[in-house]
Structures are given as C-alpha cells and as structure tokens.
C-alpha cells in the first residue's frame, strides 16, 4: 500500500505528547507525497498541524483499529511500535482493570495497588492443566507453563520476574511458588510445599525494607530452585541471594525504614521473653529512627513478628537460636545507638563505660565489654617490624562501628538463608526443577552509587539473554514454519558488558584501586577517565570530576564515585571481629569463622537434576584471586552473577516484567511517562520491535478463513482446500508479495497488513450495510407511503359523508325551529294573559278579606288586652321569684362544681396511680393481701385495746371501791378532818377516769374512721383490681395470639435452619466419606508403590484386604464353646482396622491393645465357667441320698415348667435385646452426627444389667414355688412313701408339737433356696461395686491421660503456621471421631456378647428339654399296648420355593467371584435389574433363617470388600460404577424393606412379609452399605466429570452452534489450543448430548432408583455450569454478544434435552441459572440508566464480581459493537454496593452436592426370581 493510501482522511495517527508521551490525532484531509505537514484534529476538537520531516520522510505512528484494542496480547496488534504498545496496556489497566498483558514470551504485570480477587485457589485449579493461549493472562498460566513444559520436555525451567522497586516482583514471584505448591504439592507428608511458602515472610523480614517508591521492597535479589521428583512432586528447595543492600543498616533517608526485622522486633519488645533485649520502640533507636515515620499504614509489625517466629517454627530453627537471633539483631541496635564522645584534640575519641546501650550489646552478643570499648575507638596497625595501637576520630570510629553493624547483619542474613536451605533440602533424588528468579530490575536516581551499578549491571546481562532467547525463539518458529530466514538487527548490549566486567573494565580498575595501599574514588575515576573515554558506552560528564556516565541498554546513568572503593573493599576491622569470635554464644562464634569460600557456589546438575542438561559458561572461567587478599564485593557480585547466568543459559526461560503504574501507589491511577520509563528498560519494546522487524502477525489458514471469508468471491468458496483459497484471496488483495508469507501451518504478515485486511472487511461489512440500509429503508418507506394513501382515501370518504349528513340535519334542525317557536310565542302569549287575569281577581278577594279580619281582630284584641294584663303581672311576680331561686341555684352549682373539681383532681390522682398500679399489676394483688392484713392486724390491736380499756375500767371500779371502803374505814378512824383531802383525791381520779373515757372514746373514733377507710380503700383497689385482671387478660390474649403468629413464623424458620443444617451436615458425612475413601486409595498407592520398591527378599506382609478376605472364611462356629465369643470380637477388630485401612497408628494400637485385653477376657470366662462347672459337681456329689428319691414326674414336671418359663423369658430377651439395638443403633447415628459422649450406651448396658439380675431373681423365685406346690401334690397323690426322718424330729425345736413331715421338708428347702438366693444377691451386689469403682478409677485415669494428651497437642499447635493448625485440627478431629467410632464398637459387642450368652444358655436349656421329653415320651411309649413292629418309610413333602438360597460355607468365595469380582454387567442383559442385590438378599435371609450370625457377617463382608475392589480395578469404567451403585442400593433397599421394621414395610404383600428376616438385625450393615454406595456414586459422578470436562468449553463456548454468527479476532503470539487445528480438539453441542444420553441409557437399563438419577444430571449440570461460567469470566476472547447468543442457544437445547428425558424436576435447569444470566448479560444492551437498572434486576444468581468482571471482558467482535464504558460499570457497581456477595470470583467447579438415597421397595417377591445359568451358582440350592 502506499502511503496516500495509508495516511488518508479520516486516518487516526499518534503523535508525540509532553505530558502523555502519545496522543492520538485523527487526519482531517489526504496526504500527498512530498508535503511537509499533516493536517490533525485532537480529541479535543483542536486543529494541529503535525510538521514532517522531509530528509527522513517520518510520517507519525498509525493507530491500531478499535476492534484490536485491548487484546491480551500485544503482538497480535497490526502496528507494533511504542504508543500502540501504551494504549493497549493502558486501556486494559483502567477500562478492564486487568493487570497482565502478554506481550509474546513476556507477561507484564502492571502493579494495581490494591487487593484483587483473582489468586484464590479455585483461580489456580483452573488455570491448572490449561494451555497458556486458552486463559486471559495471568501469573498462574506462566506457572502452568512452566510447570507443563517441565513436564512433557523433561527439562529445567526457569522464571524470571523483574521490574523496578514497588513494581510487585515480590509478591509475583510469591504467587508463583504457592502455584507451584498447590499443583506439585508434595507426595509424602514432610509439608514441603508448606516450608516453600514458610520462607518467604522470613526473608520479607530481615531482606525487606520500606522505601519512597515501596513499602515492602525487597533489598536483595534470589534466585529459588524447586525441585521435583519424577511424579513431579515437590520434594525441596534452594535458595540464592545476590547484593544485600548492606548500608540501609546504618542509614535510610527520608520517610524511609531500615529493615522490618528491627520494628518487628521492637514492636514485640514487651513480651516476657525479650525482656532480656532491652529494648523500647523504634525511635528510641538511631538506626531505626533516621527515616522519620517508623510506621507504615495497615501493617501491624507486631501481627507479622507472630507469622516470622511461625515460619522459624515451621522451618525447624530451634526456639533457643530464634532466641539467640533476635538477640544479634537487638545488639545492632544497641550498637548503632552507642554514644561516641570527641576528645578536644580531635584526633581521638571515647565511650563511656557506663554507657548503657555498650553494655548490652556486650551482653547480648557475649562478649567482653573493655575489649569492645577500647577496640571501637582504637585501631591497630601492624608494620614489618612493629605494631601501633592508634586513636580514631569521631568520623572514623562512626564508620567503624557502621561497618562493624553491617556485617554483624550480612552475616546474619547468610546464616539464616544457610538454614533455610538446610530446611527445604532432601535426600531423594531430584528429577527436575523450577527456578523463580526475583531480582532487581534497572535502577536510576538522582545519586547512583555502587549498588545501582550492580544492579544495572545484573539487568544488563539478564537483558542480553533475553534478547538472545527472543531472537531464537523468532527464528525456530520461522525455520517451524520453513519460512525464509532473514537476519534481523537487534540491540546488543555485549560492548556495554565488556565495559564493566571486561579485562581492565570497570570492576576490574575497582579492585585495582582497592588493592592500592592510599587509593582514592577520585584516583580512580580519573583512570576510569583514561582508559574508556573512547568507549561509546562511556561518557563524563561536563561539570563533575568524580561522576562517570554508562549508556546502559535502558538508559544513561550517572554514577557518583564517592563510596565505590569503601563499598567494594567491605573493611571491618579484625580486631572487632576476633572479639567475636570469642563469643561465649555458640551461634555468635559460629557467624565469624573462616569461610574457605564465602560464595554460595550452589551445584545446579548433579546427582539431583537431569542428566541431559549439561551447565556450560559461555566463557572461561575467571582465575581465582589470590588466598591472601580478600575477594572484594564486585568480584563476588560477578561470579554470583555468572553462576546465575549459566543456570539460566541451562534452563527454559519464562519472563515476567513487573510496571510501576505511579509513584503515588494510588489503585489503578496510570502514568504514562514512568510506563514508557520502565517498558523501554524491561525489554518490552525490544521485543516488539524484533517481532516487528519480521512478520509479527501470524494467523492459521483455518482462523484466516473463518476471519475474512466474507473477503472471498463466491466462485472461489467452492474450492474445499482452505490454504488454496487464502492463496488466491491474499494474492488479490494485496499486491506486495513481500507483505506476507506462507507458512507450512500460518500465514506471516508485516507490520499494518492485518489493519490493512480489517479495513477491507470493514470496508465490505459497511457497503453490505449501506446495501441493506437502503433497501430496507426504501421498502419501508414505500410500505409507509402506501398505508398513509389507503388511510387517506379512508378518511375521506367518511368525513365527506360526514359532512352531507351533518347539512341535512341541519336544514331538516332549522324548519323544526321555527314551527317550535311559532307554538312557543302563542303558547306564552296566553298563559301570561290568563296568569294576570287570575291574579287581579285573587288580589281583590284577598283585599276584601284582609279589610274584615282586621276589624275582627281589633275587636278581639281589645277584649283580651285585659286578660293579658291580668296574666301578665302575676308572671312577672313569678318571673322575679324564679330569678332570685334561679340566682341561688347557680350559686350553689358553682360551688359545687368547685367541690366537684376538686374531688376530680384527687381523682384523677388517684387515677394516675391506679394506671401506674396497672402497669405495675404484678404487685398489685400482693398489696391488696397486705392491706388486708393491715386491716387484721389493727383489728386485732383494737380488741386488744378494747381489753385493755375493760380491764382498766374493772381495776378503776375495784379501786373506787376499795378506796370508798379505805374512806369509810379512814372516816370512821379519824372523823372528817380529813374529808377535804379524800374528796380532792376522787376529785383527781374521777378527771383522770374522765380523761380515759375521751382517749377510748378518741381511739375508737379513729379506729372507725381507719377501718372505714380501709374498707373503701379495699374496696376501691379490688376494683381496680377486677379492671386490670380484665386488661390483664387482654393483654394476655393478645400476646398469645401474637406467640402464635410468632411461633409460626419462628417455626417455620427454624424448619428451614434445620433443612439447611441438615444438608450440611449430610454434605460434610459425605465429603468425609469421600476423604476416607480418597484416603483409602492413597493407602492402597502408597502400598504398591512400596511393594514396588522394596527389593529386598524376605517375609512381605499381605494387604490389609487380602489378609481380611483370608481371614473372613475361617470362622468357627459359636455352638462349642465360648472361645467362638472372643474371635468375633477379634474379628470384627479386624474389619475396622480393613475399613479404617488409612488410620494413623495410635488407633492401629489402640486396637491392639482391645484384642489383648478381649483374650484376656476371654480366658477369664473360660476359667470361670470351668470353676462353676466343677462347684456344680461337687454340689450334685454332696447332695444327700434321700434326693435321689423323688419321683422322676416330679423332676419332668420341674423341667417342664422351667423350659416353659425359659421360653417365655427367651421371647421376652429377644423383644428386649431387638428394642436395645434399635435404640444402640438409633443413639449411635445421632451420635455419629452430633458427636456427642457415649454416656448414654453405659447407661443402656447398666439397665440392661439390672433388668437381667432382677429378671433372673423373680425366675428362681417363681420356679422355686411351683416346684415345691409340684412335689407337694404329687407326694399327696402317691401316698406316704418315704420314712419320716426321727433324727430331724429330734432337732426341731418344737418337736413335741405334730409337724406334718412334708410341710417341715418343703420349709426347710425353702430356707435354704432362699439363703442362697439372699448370698448370691449380697455377692454380686459387692462384685458390681467393686467393678463399679474399678471403671470409676479406669475412667478417672483415662481422663487424665487424655487432658494430658490435648495439653501436649495443643502446645504443639500454637508452633504452626494457620493452615497448618487447620490441617492438624481436622486431623486430630478425625482420629477422635475414629476412637469414639470403636467405643461404640465396643459397646456394640458387649451387647452382642450378653446376647450370644443367652442364646448359649437357651440352647443348653432347650437340648435339655429335648432329652428329658424325649425321655418321657419313650417311657410313654413302652406303656403302650399297641407297638410298631415294621419300618415305615417318611415321604417328604413337596414344598414351594420359599424364596431362600442356601450354600455351605467353602462356597462362599466363589459365589461372591461369580457373583461379584468376574461379572460382567453384559452378561445380565435382558435379566431382572438388580439381580446380584437379589440372590445375595436370598442368601442372607437363608443364613439368618437358620440363625448363623457368622455366615451373614461372612457375606456381607466379603461382598462388601468384593465390590470395592471391583470399582478399584475399574475405577474409570462408567458402566460398571453405575450397575455396582444401583446393586448396592438395591440390596440397600432389601435390607431396609426386608427388616420387620413397620416404617419400611407399609407398601409390602402379604407374600413379601412373609420374606422379612427372623433374627437379625442388619442396621449397622445398612449404614455400611449406605456409606460404601455414597463412595460409589461419587466414583460415578468423578467417572462422568472425567469424560465430559474436556467437552464442556469446545461445545459450549467455542464451537458454531449457530453458523457464520461468531468471528475470529487476532490472537497473537498465544494462541488458543482449539483454533490450531480444524477440529482434532473441539468438540459440538451434540457430543455432549450423545454422552448424557449414554449416561442416562446405563442407569436406566441397570435399574438405577429414579432420584439418583436426577441427582447425577443436577450435578453433571452444575459442573457444566460452573466450568463454562469459570472459562467465560477468565477469557476475554469468549465474552462478547456472539457468544452470548451461541451460549443461550446451547443452554436452550440442554434445557430441551432435559425435558425430553422428564429429567426437568432435578433441579439442574436451576444449576444453570448464573449461566444462563450471564448469557443474556453478553447479550443486554449496556448504555444507559435504565439499561444498568435492568442487569441488576435480571443477574440475580450472579454475584457483583462476576457482573462487573464480564462487562470489563466485554469485546467487540466486530467494529459495529460498542464497547461497555467505564462510567456504565462504576453505575453497575454503585447499584449493587448493597448486595452481600461472596468474595469468591469464580464458581467452585469440585463443589458436590449431598447425595440423598430414598427409601425405593421393590414389587418383585424372592420366590419369583430365577437365576440364570450364565451366573454359574449351580451351588445355590433353592429352599
């Protein structure tokens, strides 16, 4: 094309900007060849004229089209240069905000600032597995790739992430190692992976510092090896560390902090173990307070001191050298906080001796605090012949002791990086590794000194390999694709290496100059001067004698050369270092030893890596200085440097370039200036502009053709060969044979030709537009035109019609009218003549009567006048006297209105207290009982008084007759001299009785007055008292009718809480199941793996599922001995421990140790019964002679009747023992679920105990009395036979006395039967409380020991790491739900045990029976008269088959490897589904019809284990998992259905109960085979995941449901694994469904119960759902509206498939709910308000994430779309700030739903079901 073609009207271009860099213009006219300047419009409406340069011809950069703008990778851009480059990042960063952007080989991170939801682990497990072109960019797909490549090359890689400080290399290169820790976890139990991701807090801390551009910078470069075995698992690690920036120890400039060790350390100072540091906060310490602020925001320096001393936990560092640690790095401080004093002659100077910060750094460190004091201020200088102590100056001894700091701290920092690899080392061999370089990238400030040289120097070697790597990538795909290979130019920086590192270089002049006793940085600058002055790469600047500029590869550089010498020499005085060496600290010795080579030359090949990699320098060697000299600083950076190299050089490189967007670390704020700063210095541009230099856009014939197929002429599309018809078609449209290439799979283009293509498709796409525009406009404004004629002559014919109506209504109106008003006038006419005639005759009769009435009525009046007069004086004389009576009633009502007002007041008082007493009526009754007693009370003091006052007035009586008598008598003695006295005396005592009189009088008053009060009072309140009982009651009815409501609702929504917490709960039994289960496999692998490996000949052990297989055909049987009791119990040991095959080893000795004690057991019994069997002899010996005279009816009778007794009991034991473990199984269920103690089953086995006991005493008791009623009727009967005893006579004590003898004798046996019942009970209540408070004593120990236990683990815990802690909590959760589990068990066969007892007692009593009516009936027998002399020979009758299968015990292996292990599901085609489930139920019901326990735990062990080692041998095989799970949950059923239990027989036959087992009780079978089908069927859901995972993302994202809708965009250099080839990965719609349909064909045909299907396809569809939702929001290439339609269509047939299989009622339609909203989301249309309210009411099921993440993945297929704004999402976001989403971005994908197994019984009977031959079960006999 030309260049009037390229730059034409309407041409965007980018020109150069001051302030953004770039700033795009568009041409606003042609422009012709030879013009010197360009016409230009901003964006800002501005014109510009854009000057050309006319010798160059340099014509501004032309700008990409829209539709390539923001790809992921910056190569698949059509114009490569730098503003394209800038845009790109730059609208990916702020529009989408997305932080990574391939750029070829290279991914760039852009550091957002801020904490994106995007490294989650669902995040890695989707990246994981995936093609690096198939997933947007990310730093877990370069992890992958690495990782892959590894992998499939067998071959070392490496990543190296660079970039500047505060860029975020750190933190990506963290990602990068947890990456690689979750994939390549380790395979043994060692936590490697964990002790990886362990070191990185601790380097953080003593390597990481706050500076002006980071604040967690990290000051030193690593370089991390991970190695792998040859599963590629991780088994170790190294580290490498390069150029620790030593000086920030002593100095840090402004708002800047020394390492965070020291604030973490000085944060955590009061802790009680570092009391011993003295130290204070961090500014209290010079070296830590010379940066200003000491904090940094949101860091909590204590919080991350806790996770250091976790990671030195976790890593294995001891506590005492953690201590011993923190002590050195206090001693720093101490010594950097030494005040040094100048001497007044300067040239010396001295410490105190008090000085405290002296003191303790001696202490800390150990070492002697004179020494230390005389050696900071002096130095020693030693000559050939002498040796000089001399002083220091201030300056100097400063220095010194800064210099002695810093390698106090370098020291440090090697030692602990020393341990960390010791750490993450291993013994097993390494396969392969991965390297995760995090280095420094180029650095430029306003002062470089002697670190920034290094480093620049690092990036320039790093830079040179990068180039290298770039250019043979770009010609391997060039020689791939047999493209002619032409040399392409690129920079190379070797001139600028061999200035630095060359013969006479830089570093070499340095260490001249240092080896010069007196050189100077100037001196050496000045040779620097003479030597490289000619060098390009070389400059000195105009106004400095000490600076040196280096044109680096990214930029200039100017060095100052102050510090360069001291830096590189690292001096520290011996003298301060031989004081400590002599450390009395171990670790403080050991950190200043000789070093024979202090360079970590760290073996990358040998016996741990490949042996086809081979470590090669590119150059020779350098030749080791001499042993005296020490080896300076820049030596070792080289040599680190060029082992670091050659390890690269010997690795598969993987770059990642971290930008700094800002300098204000502002989230997602972009500043183009530092952008280009930083892209042009990480090589970025270099690498763009090597693609560009070639043929940098590269498409595939089949994505060229699906792109611009619509370019193709119609002729041509008949041509089935896609290279031929993108031959013809680029050789048509563009005629330079030189713009493009084709490749042997690609077509290369040069730089602009795909714009050039995309504006011919554009150009085709808007005349095809034009095209349909203006025929569709024109037939519908023809369609228009024609419908407004026909609507127009419409309208005029009916308003013409209209209009001749309306005039003929008009005229026909108006000829009405005027008749109307010709009537109308006449009609008014008259009516007015005859209204005024008739009102001139009715005025005159009125007149004439008006004359008359008035001369009447003067009459009248005048004769009544009198009267009125009379009336009305005697009125007015009434009148006044009722206005006087009326004056005085008013007065009076006033008054008493007044009275009554204040009689309302007290009232209303009175009121408002009653209302407070209503509020307060819970007293109020308690008041009103109180006054009522008050009221007694003062009744009671009133008769009290009132007798008081009788009592008084009786003694005054007797006192005024006793003294009238004394009067008298007195009167009579001396006469009446002394009347007046005694009258003056009753005088007194009549006032004071007077006064008695009034005060009772008074009293009484006011008794009366309060009890009248207090009445009323009563009164009053027990109406008030009524009333609140009323609104009590009220108020009560109310508020029960609110609890109602209430407790509804509360019901309702406990109900759904327990739903819910039932669903977890199922979902965490089953996700246990499936951890035991993967635990179970994991124990099997590592088993074989071990059979594998071990070599060594000798005894091997059997597997635990043989050895239990083996085990379980050898059972003896119970009816011989007790013995049979003990195996069983061992036995049942066993198969827990076969179960529990993944258990740790204290449950393994714990079961152990229940065997020993079970045999223990078990002997103990057996000694015991030998004992009783002997007693029992001795006792029949020692039985008296006269015994054996009774009759033998009498003993047949007593037998009779203790059978019959017995089995009456027996029926009641079994009713009891079947209730008993109905209530075991039922309390152990709950608590399985709730793990609750098993107090409970003691408390069971306690009632069962003393119901036994009390059981056995009324049974002695009864059998005692019927015996002795027996005998005594049978000795009346048969007479008096036997002799009466005249000895026993004798003894009795009323002997004389007649006794009857049988009386005496039956008292006397029931005297003793009593005694020893009485004995028996006294013995055995002493034995239960001896054994009662020996299990109090075992349990008071075993407390103990387990408090003792959780001390010891929760120490441990507290020194892990949180996830660890997790980990170790779920695995100690485990082990004690496990011991719970085998108390239970244990429980179980105590139970089990008494039961077997008993059934051994009734079967001894019952063959007793047997013989004694045997016996009987043969004595029967010989009386009879009539005796068979003949043999008679029995018929057996023939019986119907009852439904039974009956085998003999050495058959049972081969009925389960015929019926289990060798079958094949085709052989049971056309057969009853579920037919093994069955036969096997058959089978069962026959052994518990025979009542052998051990044949059913034989069998259902054995097919158990038979059928998990059926679905390990096909553990892939879809067919086969479904026919196990659907047999299991058959036989499952059977059992349930079959158990007698009434919930699970409501839908049985009569014929079916009569198939119901008889003796057993398989419920503990039943939740064994309900967990082994939980295993099944997410075996089976796994299966089917497996085979529909790689489907899901071709089918429903990718492939063309609806053809020619969706294009293909440009893709770079990472391409999508399904676009190489034309359809060898992809896979249709249809897929799919044939794959569900063969699902969904063998679980019907194997008769899988309906509701587990539905639950399959749920789940199937939700891991649909969730992997195609989970690609759509990592993929930019797939969000756009084409694939939204596509997606919808898809869903739509999946959702039609459901229904057509009636599998709609599943649930899984609902599963895809956020599909399908995500699906219309790609199709809204998303501009305005309303268009924003609208996706927030339809994306329900979405959360505010994945909304905002789509619309940011938003693009445009075609140039006709329009991209989704920023200002569109920021309204999404603010209308959706109130929802409480999950942080969680992507779906879980591993996520399984809790499977549920309903209750299904089957219609068939046993007895209908036929066997066929093909089984070969000839063995089976049918019962």
């Known amino acids: 094309m030309s260049v009037s073609e390229l730059y034409s009207q309407y041409t965007r271009v980018w020109i150069p900007d001051p302030d953004e860099v770039w700033r795009s213009a568009e041409l606003t006219k042609d422009y012709k060849e030879g013009e010197k300047s360009l016409q230009l419009k901003l964006e800002d409406e501005t014109i510009r004229e854009y000057p050309v340069d006319a010798q160059n011809n340099q014509l501004p950069f032309l700008r990409n089209p829209d539709i390539l703008v923001g790809e992921n990778d910056l190569t698949a851009l059509s114009y490569l240069h730098e503003p394209a480059v800038l845009h790109n990042l730059k609208v990916r960063f702020l529009e989408s905000n997305h932080i990574y952007t391939y750029c070829g080989i290279v991914l760039v991170a852009i550091n957002p600032y801020e904490q994106l939801p995007i490294y989650g682990q669902d995040v890695i497990y989707a990246y994981s597995g995936q093609n690096m072109g198939d997933m947007d960019p990310h730093i877990f797909a370069v992890a992958e790739e690495a990782y892959k490549q590894m992998a499939r090359d067998e071959k070392n890689q490496s990543i190296i992430v660079s970039g500047e400080s505060g860029a975020g290399k750190t933190v990506s290169a963290k990602y990068a190692m947890r990456y690689f820790a979750t994939v390549g976890g380790s395979a043994s139990e060692t936590n490697i992976e964990e002790k990886v991701l362990a070191s990185s807090p601790i380097m953080e801390a003593i390597g990481n510092a706050k500076t002006t551009r980071n604040d967690n910078s990290s000051r030193f470069g690593k370089y991390i090896q991970i190695g792998f075995d040859k599963r590629y698992h991780i088994i170790g690690a190294n580290m490498r560390t390069y150029l620790l920036e030593k000086s920030r120890v002593v100095f840090q400039a402004d708002d800047e902090r020394n390492y965070h060790i020291f604030y973490q350390l000085c944060a955590a100072a009061s802790l009680p173990e570092f009391k011993e540091l003295a130290l204070t906060c961090a500014e209290d310490f010079f070296y830590t307070s010379q940066g200003g602020d000491t904090a940094i925001e949101g860091v909590d320096d204590a919080e991350d001191f806790e996770k250091t001393r976790q990671a030195f936990t976790l890593l294995g560092v001891r506590e005492s050298h953690q201590i011993s640690i923190f002590k050195i790095i206090a001693s720093i401080l101490h010594l950097g906080s030494v005040e040094i004093q100048a001497e007044r002659d300067g040239d010396s100077c001295s410490i105190s001796p008090q000085d405290e910060h002296l003191s303790n750094f001696c202490r800390l460190l150990g070492v002697e605090h004179n020494q230390m004091e005389h050696w900071l201020c002096h130095r020693k200088l030693v000559t050939t012949s002498e040796t000089y102590v001399k002083t220091m100056s201030l300056q100097q001894v400063i220095n010194a002791r800064n210099a002695l700091a810093k390698h106090i701290y370098a020291q440090l920092f090697g030692w602990i990086v020393e341990h960390i690899n010791k750490a993450l080392h291993t013994s097993t061999k390494q396969h392969s590794f991965i390297g995760v370089l995090d280095i420094y990238g180029f650095e430029t400030f306003e002062v470089n000194s002697f670190e920034q040289f290094c480093i620049n120097y690092a990036n320039e070697k790093l830079q040179q390999q990068f180039n290298l790597h770039v250019f043979k990538l770009e010609q391997e795909e060039y020689m791939k694709e047999q493209i002619p290979w032409t040399l392409i130019d690129f920079y190379d920086n070797q001139p600028c290496i061999d200035l630095i590192e060359a013969k006479l270089g830089i570093l070499d002049l340095l260490d001249e100059e240092c080896k010069v006793p007196k050189g100077t940085d100037q001196n050496w600058a000045q040779k620097l001067y003479d030597r490289h002055s000619s060098s390009q790469h070389f400059q000195k600047p105009r106004m400095s004698n000490t600076a040196f500029i280096v044109v680096h590869f990214a930029d200039k550089v100017e060095y100052l050369s102050d510090g360069f010498l001291e830096k590189n020499r690292d001096t520290v005085y011996e003298e301060q270092i031989n004081i400590l060496k002599a450390s009395k600290f171990p670790l403080v010795a050991d950190l200043f030893r000789d070093d024979k080579d202090p360079i970590p030359a760290t073996s990358t090949s040998g016996k741990g890596s490949s042996s086809k990699i081979n470590i090669r320098s590119a150059r020779p060697p350098m030749k080791a200085s001499n042993k005296e000299h020490k080896k300076s600083v820049g030596h070792q950076f080289r040599t680190s440097l060029h082992l670091l190299m050659e390890t690269l050089n010997a690795t598969t490189p993987h770059y990642v370039r971290c930008i700094k967007p800002n300098d204000e670390k502002l989230p997602f704020h972009f500043d183009p200036k530092r952008a280009v700063q930083q892209l042009r210095a990480c090589g970025v541009l270099e690498t763009i502009r090597i693609s560009a230099a070639g043929y940098p856009s590269r498409w595939t014939y089949h994505d060229f053709f699906n792109r611009y197929r619509v370019l193709v002429k119609k002729r041509e599309l008949a041509n089935t060969d896609k290279k031929a018809i993108c031959r013809s078609v680029l050789e048509s449209l563009v005629k330079d044979p030189d713009k493009f290439q084709f490749g042997r799979t690609k077509i290369f283009f040069r730089a602009g030709q795909v714009a050039y293509l995309e504006k011919l498709r554009a150009d085709k796409f808007r005349a095809a537009t034009i095209m349909i525009q203006k025929t569709v406009r024109g037939w519908l404004q023809k369609v228009k035109y024609r419908r407004l004629k026909r609507a127009t002559l419409t309208l005029q014919k009916y308003c013409r019609g209209y209009l001749a109506r309306r005039l003929a209504e008009h005229l026909r109106r108006t000829r009405a009218a005027v008749v109307l008003q010709k009537q109308y006038r006449m009609r008014r006419t008259r009516l007015a003549y005859q209204r005024v005639r008739r009102a001139a005759i009715v005025i005159q009769a009125f007149a004439r009567a008006m004359f008359v009435r008035r001369i009447y009525r003067q009459v009248l009046m005048e004769h009544k006048a009198t009267i009125i007069q009379k009336h009305a004086r005697g009125w007015m004389a009434r009148r006044h006297f009722q206005r006087l009576r009326a004056a005085a009633i008013v007065i009076q009502c006033a008054f008493r209105r007044l009275k009554a007002k204040q009689e309302l007041k007290a009232l209303k008082i009175e009121a408002r207290s009653a209302e407070h007493l209503k509020r307060l009526n819970v007293g109020m009754e308690n008041k009103v009982v109180q006054l009522q007693r008050k009221i007694d009370d003062q009744n009671k003091e009133f008769k009290t008084l009132s007798e008081q006052l009788s009592a008084v007035t009786s003694m005054h009586t007797m006192q005024v007759e006793k003294l009238k008598r004394e009067l008298a008598h007195y009167q009579q003695n001396q006469g009446a001299d002394a009347s007046l006295q005694l009258q003056e005396e009753v005088q007194s005592l009549r006032t004071e009785l007077q006064r008695a009189h009034s005060e009772r009088r008074v009293l009484e008053d006011a008794h009366s007055r309060e009890k009248d009060e207090l009445r009323k009072r009563v009164a009053d309140l027990e109406q008030e008292n009524a009333l609140l009982k009323d609104e009590k009651e009220q108020l009560n009815n109310q508020i029960l009718c609110q609890s109602k409501d209430e407790f509804a609702q509360n019901s309702v929504k406990e109900n759904l809480l327990m739903k819910k917490e039932l669903e977890e709960e199922r979902s965490r039994y089953q996700n246990l199941v499936k951890e035991y289960s993967r635990l179970e496999q994991r124990y099997d692998n590592l088993r074989d793996e071990v059979t594998i490996l071990k070599q060594t ?69 057996q000694v015991q019964l030998e004992k009783r069997e002997q007693d029992s002899k001795k006792v029949q010996m020692e039985q008296p002679r006269n015994d054996v005279d009774l009759d033998q009816d009498a003993d047949l009778a007593y037998n009779s009747l203790k059978r019959q007794e017995l089995e009456s009991e027996n029926k009641k034991l079994k009713n009891d023992l079947n209730e008993l473990r109905k209530a075991v199984a039922d309390q152990a269920t709950q608590n399985n679920s709730s793990h609750s103690s098993p107090d409970s089953y003691s408390l069971l086995l306690n009632q069962l105990k003393l119901a036994n006991e009390e059981l056995e005493v009324r049974k002695e008791e009864v059998l005692i009395l019927r015996t002795q009623i027996v005998n005594a009727d049978q000795r009346r009967l048969a007479g008096k036979s036997m002799e009466p005893n005249i000895n026993a006579r004798a003894s009795w004590p009323n002997s004389e006395k007649h006794v009857d003898q049988e009386d005496a004798i039956e008292a006397y046996h029931g005297v003793c039967q009593t005694n020893r019942l009485l ?65 239970l068990k244990e429980l179980v066969e105590k139970l089990e045990k008494n039961e077997r007892k008993l059934k051994k007692q009734l079967k001894i009593y019952m063959k007793k029976v047997q013989d004694l009516e045997a016996a009987q009936a043969l004595a029967q027998s010989d009386r009879r008269h009539h005796e068979l002399t003949r043999q008679v020979t029995v018929q057996r009758k023939e019986k119907d088959f009852q439904g039974m299968l009956e085998y003999h015990k050495e058959d049972e292996a081969l009925l389960i490897r015929n019926l289990v292990t060798d079958l094949k599901p085709q052989m049971l085609s056309g057969t009853v589904p579920c037919l093994p489930a069955y036969i096997l139920y058959m089978c069962i019901r026959h052994a518990d019809y025979t009542n052998d326990d051990l044949k059913v735990h034989s069998l259902l062990t054995s097919t158990i284990n038979g059928i998990k080692k059926v679905l390990k041998k096909h553990n892939d095989d879809f067919e086969m998992t479904s026919f196990w799970l659907s047999n299991t949950c058959r036989l499952l059923h059977c059992l349930k259905q079959y158990s007698g239990d009434e919930g699970f027989m409501t839908q049985n036959t009569a014929k079916q109960n009569e198939h119901c087992l008889k003796n057993f009780d398989l419920t503990e079978y039943r939740q064994v085979l309900s967990d082994l089908s939980i295993q099944i069927y997410q075996q089976l859901i796994k299966i089917a995941e497996g085979l529909l995972q790689p489907m899901i993302v071709s089918a429903m994202l990718e492939n063309e449901s609806i053809q020619g809708l969706s294009g293909v965009k440009p893709m770079g250099y990472r391409k999508r694994s399904s676009s190489m080839a034309d359809g060898d990965n992809s896979y249709c719609l249809e897929a799919i469904i044939r794959q569900m349909n063969y699902f969904h064909t063998v679980m019907c045909d194997q008769g899988l119960d309906p509701e587990i299907i539905l639950q399959v396809f749920k789940q199937l569809f939700y891991m649909i759902t969730a992997v195609t939702l989970n690609n759509l929001l990592l993929r930019k290439d797939v969000c756009s509206w084409s694939t939204g339609m596509q997606l919808r269509y898809n869903i739509s047939e999946l959702e039609e498939w459901l229904r057509g299989r009636n599998l709609h009622q599943s649930g899984a339609a609902q599963t895809m709910e956020p599909l399908i909203q995500a699906a219309q989301l790609l199709q809204l249309k998303k501009k305005t308000h309303e268009d924003a309210e609208a996706i927030c009411s339809l994306c329900t099921s979405l959360s505010t994430q994945q909304i905002v993440k789509i619309l940011n993945l938003y693009t445009p297929l075609n140039e006709f779309e329009e991209r989704v704004t920023v200002s569109f999402i920021r309204t999404i976001q603010a209308q959706l700030q109130e929802r409480n989403d999950p942080q969680q971005l992507l779906l879980d994908s591993k996520h399984m739903f809790p499977v549920l197994f309903p209750f299904n019984p089957s219609s068939l009977t046993m007895d209908s079901i036929h066997i066929p031959a093909c089984l070969s079960l000839e063995f089976l006999n049918e019962v």
């Open 1319 to 1383: 004995e028996a009970q006294l013995q055995a209540q002493s034995l239960e409380h001896e054994e009662q408070v020996e299990n109090l004593k075992a349990q008071v120990e075993a407390l103990k020991e387990e408090m003792d236990k959780q001390q010891q683990t929760f120490c441990q815990t507290l020194l892990l790491s949180p996830e660890a802690q997790v980990e170790f909590g779920v695995q100690q959760e485990i082990s004690r739900l496990t011991n719970e589990n085998l108390d």
């Open 1097 to 1165: 000949p000798g005894h091997r052990r059997n597997p635990s599922n043989q050895s239990s297989l083996e085990s379980d055909s050898n059972y003896p049987s119970i009816s011989t001995s007790e013995i049979g009791d003990s195996e069983d119990a061992l036995q049942q040991v066993e198969e827990i421990g076969m179960e529990k095959a993944a258990m740790d080893m204290t449950v393994f000795l714990k079961l152990q140790k229940r065997v020993r004690e079970l045999e223990q057991e078990r002997k103990k019994l």
